[in-house]
């Protein structure tokens, strides 16, 4: 078919059935976490097919813990849930995009707003930005 | 220590050499691509330790096709490559940001600015935008 540039894809869907490709990295899929407001990439973490459909039953951020190995709802021990605005998928079927509204201001254990807020230069990373809560008194540590 | 909303972590280092974390996936780290203009999220891909090294030493992003297992210079078919503005590491060292200058305006092999163009609504996903070429055309399909 030719170049229509109608929003569709080049099989002539513009819409279909939600089928995420779990199979590729084991039953999970990686999840992409963009503010919504300042479009600021806040953090990469992991679904599977339980955290994905809680994610869309409860509007909140629910990801799969690879260390811990649970299900795993973003802010329920530090209070900084993720509110879900939006939810996009890729091309492929296997990684989505989900664009929050990160409760508290920060996404990152360590208390800056993104989990990447190293900036390399050169040989090195350098830590940018500050951060927005002190992690010991979030965490009790 | 105490919170001293400098621009350091919580050990107190604010910068450090780079050591990237191969190991939780296999010697694979996914990379995020995000417009250095837009904001927008382009696309996910993955990374092993040439592909990062070639990245690095090129300024044009390269990554690791899990599908051919090898080293994938974006766009050197398309000629839509990706040239490299920022990077940024996440906090455990096991996830990257790339921010690109993204030639011919769009990442994806559909002719969409970005692969995440799959909006969810509902138990649908509605593919939003239009393509800025024609992929039959660009790849001689």
New interface residues.
């Given amino acids: 078919m030719?170049?229509t540039?109608?929003?569709?894809?080049?099989e002539g869907?513009?819409?279909?059935?939600?089928k995420l490709n779990f199979n590729?990295?084991g039953g999970l899929i990686?999840a992409?976490v963009?503010d919504d407001k300042t479009?600021?990439?806040l953090?990469?973490a992991f679904m599977n097919k339980e955290a994905w459909e809680a994610t869309?039953k409860t509007g909140k951020a629910t990801y799969y813990s690879?260390t811990r190995q649970t299900l795993w709802i973003k802010g329920n021990t530090s209070g900084n849930v993720q509110i879900v605005k939006?939810?996009?998928?890729?091309?492929?079927d296997d990684?989505?995009?989900l664009k929050v509204e990160q409760v508290g201001g920060a996404a990152?254990?360590?208390?800056?707003r993104s989990?990447?807020?190293?900036?390399?230069?050169g040989?090195?990373?350098?830590?940018?930005?500050?951060?927005v809560f002190?992690?010991?008194?979030v965490y009790h540590k």
Avoid at 5 to 10: F, H, K, L, V, Y
Avoid at 13 to 18: E, L, Q, T, V
């Fill in positions: 030719g170049f540039g109608r929003a569709m894809d080049w869907r513009d819409n279909a059935m939600i590729k990295m990686p992409i963009q479009g600021d990439v953090m990469l869309l690879r939006e939810i996009r998928i890729d091309c492929d990684a989505v995009l990152c254990h360590t208390g800056h989990c990447f807020h190293k900036l390399v230069e040989e090195t990373a350098h830590i940018t930005g500050e951060p002190n992690p010991e008194e």
